[in-house]
């Protein structure tokens, strides 16, 4: 195999190669024009089904891994219904225990338990604080928390599966706006310090982010144990941005 496929490697880009799968192979000209698919801009020269493969080793060794999320669908920017309090909860329970319980005090996770976000969820719907954006299938993709009174985007959370199609981005856009309908002309945010994702979003969406780190005091609830903490200590980045 290695002796047949010598001549056709030498000048050949190697996309999406695994054991047992198709592989495809695409003309020099593919590679010295930058295309990083062969797909589009190239034509095709051969493509060659490999069902056995004795040095998997070295074939993997020049696999790229790719991370894929799910194709954009249509979905609605809307305010939160009350009877949606329970999907607001799982979303933004779900996804704050992957992306923040590494980052933050494992004192606080105490506080972080789904019952927690149940009742913060009931409180922001109820106050019509709560943007949602739901597909044409009525599946909820992510959620946005604002607090006009204090010219904040409390909240911005995306489920996995919808980071990446402008979900999120569609999300902070009509936060900012709904701040702007209330009165706001500047606006501020907070992100958990390690959150570097989240932070390099902001700023491409115009959001200017402090020096320094703060001390954001976070909502807290009333554990079972008797740890009545009404706030805890969060370290944060504040984010700055005009809306108006």
Sequence with gaps: LRAALRGTFRHA????????VTMAVVSPSASQCGDTTGVNRTTMTAVTTITTVRNAAAIAAATATTTTVEPPRSSTIRWALPGESGD???????????????????SILRHRDLASFQQRSAARVESGETLVAVTDEGALQGIAV??????????LFVRE????????????AAAERALVQ????????????GNDAAHR?????????????????????????????KVVSIRCYRFDKRII
């Design 161 to 172: 599966g919808a980071q990446g199609t402008g979900v999120g981005r569609r999300l902070l």
């Design 88 to 106: 607001v909860a799982e979303l933004w329970s779900s996804v704050y225990m992957r992306s923040h319980a590494h980052l933050v005090d494992p």
């Design 201 to 229: 979003f902001y700023e491409r969406n115009g959001w200017r982010r402090n020096a320094r780190p703060v001390e954001y005091k976070a909502e807290a609830g009333v554990l079972a144990d008797g740890d009545g903490r």
């Design 182 to 193: 209330s009165g706001c002309r500047d606006a501020h945010l907070y992100a958990v310090v």
């Design 13 to 20: 880009r190697i996309t999406n190669v695994a054991v047992g």
């Design 146 to 155: 604002i607090k006009p009174n204090e010219s904040e985007v409390e909240q």
